[in-house]
């Protein structure tokens, strides 16, 4: 039987208003800050529409730890991703686990295999009943009942590891190129902004995401969060944090990389719970808001000119011309290694440094 999930009188308001208050979905069009708009429902949810949601690691983990165990210690994520998954289902979307299972895998953050997570996230989705999640979503119900648990032995050793791939280590690089300049002291902002982008406009693919992050961690606008153990004096944690938020940021590169292609008959969404992805994605969007953005939170226009002038535009010299993949990943994965070599340096340093 064909599951289905009912609404009744104002339900469907309800949940919108759930799912746009807590910012959980984005797409360049229809929710460019994370909130719908009840005008685009005949539009998107046409039935000629694919939609594939794409989900970070902090919405696929609580599915999954829901599906093997049907709850949550806190009451509140709970209705949240319930919440989260009666939406998808009601814009008639799938959702896909796959990055998030890359990142547990690459990082052996998980005590289970991806193979194992990605069974508990299907079975959530596609056997635990939309009804239920409707339910728990509502405060009707605060568990999934035993008998729509995940109970299978899963005997496949399958990981999903990531390696040298190119947009996660050009990510590490640059956030590593801004743990160093985070611990340069007595710099201006601006200062500090103009001297990433004219290293990474030389040496990288441009990335909005991480152009964004540079310029808000820089500034330090509200709720930015710098990559964690960024000012230790511990190098393995200072390298563990920019792995980190290389990460974060990759998801939202990885995501562009399908919406800049997407057609009318194909949407691809982003689901994230995370304060620092949410704060990037609502600079960039819609698509050419960032150039505006940069000249809002740094106030020296004719600094941002200069940059844009001598590297942007027809003055653009793109890295990378001519290499196939492989020579890509090893140019970057040696200007990695070389951030990482400035930063051990630093770090052994323990002189004081400001932030």
Request: aromatic share 12%; hydrophobic share 40%.
């Amino acid at each position: 039987m064909e599951d289905f999930v009912i609404f009744i009188d104002d339900e469907i308001d309800v949940l919108l208003k759930f799912i746009n208050r807590s910012q959980l979905c984005f797409h360049p069009k229809y929710a460019p800050e994370g909130q719908f708009s009840s005008c685009d429902y005949p539009e998107l949810n046409a039935p000629e529409r694919n939609k594939l949601i794409i989900a970070d690691n902090n919405i696929v983990s609580p599915i999954c730890e829901i599906s093997r165990v049907g709850s949550l210690r806190d009451d509140g994520q709970l209705q949240k991703i319930a919440a989260f998954v009666t939406w998808s289902r009601f814009i008639h979307a799938q959702v896909s686990c796959g990055i998030g299972l890359m990142e547990n895998d690459t990082a052996h953050k998980s005590t289970m295999l991806g193979e194992e997570r990605k069974q508990l996230f299907l079975h959530a989705l596609d056997n635990i009943p939309m009804q239920i999640w409707k339910e728990i979503a509502f405060g009707v119900r605060d568990c999934v009942p035993d008998i729509f648990l995940f109970k299978k032995n899963n005997e496949d050793k399958t990981n999903y590891e990531l390696k040298d791939d190119f947009v996660l280590i050009s990510n590490e690089a640059a956030t590593a190129k801004i743990v160093q300049i985070l611990r340069m002291p007595y710099k201006k902002p601006i200062d500090k902004f103009i001297e990433f982008m004219y290293w990474y406009a030389d040496n990288f693919v441009i990335a909005e995401s991480m152009v964004m992050y540079a310029a808000l961690v820089f500034a330090g606008i509200n709720n930015t969060s710098y990559p964690k153990g960024s000012n230790s004096k511990d190098y393995e944690t200072v390298i563990k944090g920019i792995q980190n938020q290389a990460w974060d940021i990759s998801y939202i590169t990885f995501w562009s990389q399908l919406y800049y292609y997407e057609t009318e008959y194909n949407h691809f969404l982003f689901a994230t719970d995370d304060i620092m992805q949410k704060q990037i994605i609502i600079h960039i969007f819609p698509p050419g808001k960032s150039y505006h953005t940069l000249y809002s939170i740094f106030k020296e226009h004719k600094k941002l000119d200069e940059l844009y002038l001598s590297k942007f535009g027809s003055a653009r010299k793109r890295p990378f011309q001519g290499m196939n993949e492989d020579k890509k990943i090893a140019q970057i994965t040696t200007l990695r290694d070389s951030m990482y070599a400035d930063l051990k340096s630093i770090v052994k340093d323990t002189s004081p440094r400001l932030i």
